[in-house]
């Protein structure tokens, strides 16, 4: 089964994603990993988890924490029938890069270490932690977050927690493809708003344009030009919720041509960016 890379961008108006899942094949990208910690809570049911080296059944539901880059099959996978699943992702430094330096978050800084091998939680956890991430579905952005962190704690301090060793140790053909794929991830966050080519990302990772383009496609599905428009109208839409001018926002993205911004932000969303911009913030 081919490893996937799955670029995550926030939800909008917030520092993390957090999304609702109500049927099993909501989601494409089967085997997969991505830089975020992922929390996947699973209400009812039965599968199998596959994080890293890890392969067991789980059944009356789930509630998984998973390290950054841990490679795990979707929860969604060969499953019929009726399927739920919320699912959380954050990056370490979601709420600042000295977030988890903090002394009040000790705990919750080892939980994130732990969670590297992947964690699985039993029923009292899973039964708390579940009923407030389904509360976080519908609450404004400043409760929702609050609501994340009394989360974290719980897991933190939880005594039916198991650790799942899914660490795969990776070889380092693959631990530098991943390192590959991070550089030029982190270049497209860091200058999403200038033009970007395939030549300045080929020689950022010691590639040559057209083995670069052979490794991205393997790496993520997709082509360059494909994730960057992906990820400028993720920041596009953030920018709209705050009220700020279409064109304004064109330009702040990368767009110097407003039709193509136009054009491009229906096509990815399904709306114009004037639509968008008039819906309310959650």
Known sequence: MKLEFEPIQPTPGHSFTLRHYTQARDRDIVWHYHPEYELVYIPRGSGRRHIGQHVSPYSGGELVFIGPNLPHLSFSYEQEGDFEQIVLQMREDFLGAQFLQKPELAAVQQL?????????????????????????????????????????????????????????????????????LQQAYGHIEQHYTEPITVQQMADLTFLTVPAFCRYFKRMTGQTLTGLLQEYRISQARLLLLQGRPVTEVSLATGFNNLSHFNRTFRRLTGQSPSEYRKLPVA
């Open 112 to 180: 994130f270490l732990r969670s590297r091998q992947g964690l699985t939680f039993g029923r009292r956890t899973r039964t708390a932690a579940g009923a407030a991430l389904v509360r976080m579905l519908t609450q404004p952005a400043p409760t929702r977050l609050l609501t994340l962190l009394q989360v974290l704690y719980q897991l933190a301090e939880a005594p039916d927690v198991t650790e799942l060793h899914a660490d795969l140790g990776l070889s380092a053909l693959q631990a530098r493809d991943q390192q590959r």
